[in-house]
């Protein structure tokens, strides 16, 4: 068969950059957030014009987040409402993880509508655990960017001691000076903890019939903790080889199918019981519902100072299809979406 002709090749190419170009501008369009600044009290920064000394400057609040098109809309409304309740928010820096493709057009979005942030963006690379993951109870949970919470201390320069991790579904109501400044004594990670969970729920049976494995969790406080609020000490991280620790978990479920839940099983297995305990009221989570319905829930009994649409149900999907459940509506003031009746010229 002869090659097809220059111009048939010319206009498959141009369909397949179309496409690409589609897929990268097919993102929503947000609204630019106001300047939020420093008051007289708030202590001035050098990051990161200071060189990466050991010596990290102490003043900068670090904060890391993922960025991907299905959670974006979350993702700008949970910076919005950190930045709207810090004391010092010009002493905040940012720190995005996302895939390689999407960072450019990401980068456009988050300089257009945080004009007067200062962040970071870095490339993680999926293969890192592609071939580690294993299918889970619900999808979203099965994404390789799910995952990139276990590599934030190779991804990070190493001036950054500490950082505060946060998922993509999730409003803050208070000063995030609060939950930095927590003591972590000698642990690596700091998280709310409910205790005297049961951990049989969480794995297979394979899991408990394998003495080896059932051996991990002997002798520790049975202590669930949500993943998508942690402050992470990355120095202790590091030296305690924990992603590797991580890993090694995850290649056994890829053997032996040991857990169902996504990215919180390894967690729990290496720091179940060893979490220095943060208040409640820094992750209120579980409200987007279990992992298959995503029903309404209420809010624990306590203070708040976070809100975290964990579980199937986000809010900006139930706003948007007019099912809302009653605690989105303390959502949707920190939506930037740029809706097009509102902002139509006609």
């Known amino acids: 068969m002869p090659p097809p002709p220059h111009h048939c090749l010319l206009f498959s190419l141009f369909l397949i950059s179309a496409a690409s170009s589609a897929v990268v501008t097919d993102l929503p369009e947000f609204r630019e957030a106001p300047a939020f600044r420093n008051g007289g009290e708030c202590p001035k920064t050098t990051w990161p014009t200071r060189p990466q000394q050991g010596d990290a400057d102490a003043d900068i609040i670090h904060i890391a987040m993922t960025l991907d098109t299905t959670y974006l809309r979350g993702s700008v409304a949970g910076v919005f409402s950190v930045l709207q309740h810090a004391s010092c928010p010009e002493n905040l820096v940012f720190h995005f993880v996302a895939a390689s493709r999407l960072r450019p057009v990401l980068r456009r979005t988050i300089a257009s509508t945080f004009p007067y942030l200062t962040f970071r963006l870095y490339?993680?690379?999926?293969?890192?655990?592609?071939?580690?993951?294993?299918?889970?109870?619900?999808?979203?949970?099965?994404?390789?960017?799910?995952?990139?919470?276990?590599?934030?201390?190779?991804?990070?320069?190493?001036?950054?001691?500490?950082?505060?991790?946060?998922?993509?579904?999730?409003?803050?109501?208070?000063?995030?000076?609060?939950?930095?400044?927590?003591?972590?004594?000698?642990?690596?990670?700091?998280?709310?903890?409910?205790?005297?969970?049961?951990?049989?729920?969480?794995?297979?049976?394979?899991?408990?019939?394998?003495?080896?494995?059932?051996?991990?969790?002997?002798?520790?406080?049975?202590?669930?903790?949500?993943?998508?609020?942690?402050?992470?000490?990355?120095?202790?991280?590091?030296?305690?080889?924990?992603?590797?620790?991580?890993?090694?978990?995850?290649?056994?479920?890829?053997?032996?199918?040991?857990?169902?839940?996504?990215s919180l099983p390894p967690f729990l297995l290496v720091f179940a019981g060893e979490v220095e305990g943060v208040e409640h009221r820094w992750n209120q989570h579980g409200l987007g519902g279990d992992n298959v319905r995503g029903q309404c829930r209420d809010l624990h009994p306590g203070p708040v100072s976070l809100l975290h649409w964990s579980g199937k149900g986000k809010p900006w999907l139930r706003l948007d299809s007019r099912r809302q459940c009653p605690l989105d509506s303390l959502w949707a003031p920190y939506d930037l979406l740029r809706h097009p009746s509102l902002f139509s010229d006609s």
């Open 123 to 262: 490339h993680f690379n999926a293969d890192l655990v592609r071939g580690k993951i294993t299918y889970s109870v619900r999808r979203a949970l099965d994404q390789p960017l799910n995952y990139a919470r276990m590599y934030l201390a190779e991804l990070l320069p190493t001036s950054v001691r500490r950082i505060i991790y946060f998922d993509s579904d999730l409003i803050v109501v208070d000063d995030v000076a609060k939950l930095w400044s927590i003591d972590l004594r000698d642990r690596v990670l700091g998280a709310p903890e409910y205790c005297h969970a049961n951990f049989t729920a969480y794995f297979t049976r394979r899991f408990w019939s394998s003495p080896a494995h059932a051996a991990a969790l002997r002798g520790r406080r049975p202590c669930y903790f949500n993943t998508g609020v942690m402050v992470i000490d990355l120095w202790r991280w590091r030296e305690g080889r924990y992603t590797e620790r991580l890993e090694g978990w995850m290649r056994i479920q890829k053997r032996e199918r040991i857990y169902e839940l996504g």
